[in-house]
């Protein structure tokens, strides 16, 4: 079959991931969030900024991402303390956005949301007085999914457009607490798997250590026949 991949561009299309992100979450008043070159209409632009319909607290805002994006209680992560406890303007970027956190507060964002977001860039994020939320590369982008179908089938009538039935989160299921502050190593539920990936490592060292010991052998026997 013939793949089209529409990544980086979809991304920053007008009516695109970060539309249809920011029109989950009510918001208004959009201004691009980046803009390679300022008031120029070719510009290329990524996410977006915008005014939420009324004014909420932090933990209202995390869990309204949740409830627009179809995720589960708890799912997206956050630090329960950055930010004002008051939010009315949020940034938006699907994907992977922490790069835009400046642009963000320039914008006078109290929030930010978007996806893959590590350790330094929550304590970042909190320094600027900024609350991050982080809710999952694949779920800030999935969202625009049935809106393309609907674009397509707009732009090709002839063509029958139907969505993956198979849509795969990469996301590990069991989550940290949201607001888990980072101080301490996670709790045992969201390490499954450390048992496994510990001995996979051990046998990758031994298997290291093999391949280099019989190369310093064959080394040494090559050296001896020389003599």
Known sequence: IAVYSAHTCYDMAEGGINTALAGALGLRNCLPLWEERPGDPASRRLGLVGDLPCAMSREELAAGVEEALGLPQNYVRHLPQAGPETVCRVAVCGGAGSDFLGEAVNAGCQAYLTGEVRRHEYLEAERMGLLLLDGGHFATENIA???????????????????????????????????????????????????????????????????????????????????
């Open 145 to 227: 999914m049935p809106v393309l179908r609907e674009q397509l089938a707009k732009a090709l009538p002839e063509v029958e457009v139907r969505l993956s039935r198979q849509a795969t989160d990469q996301r590990p299921p069991a989550l940290p607490p949201r607001g888990w502050p980072f101080k301490k190593d996670p709790p045992r539920a969201i390490r499954p798997r450390a048992g496994f990936y510990a001995f996979v490592t051990f046998c990758r060292s031994v298997l290291l250590l093999y391949v280099v010991e019989s190369l310093q052998l064959q080394q040494m026997l090559v050296l001896g026949s020389g003599i």
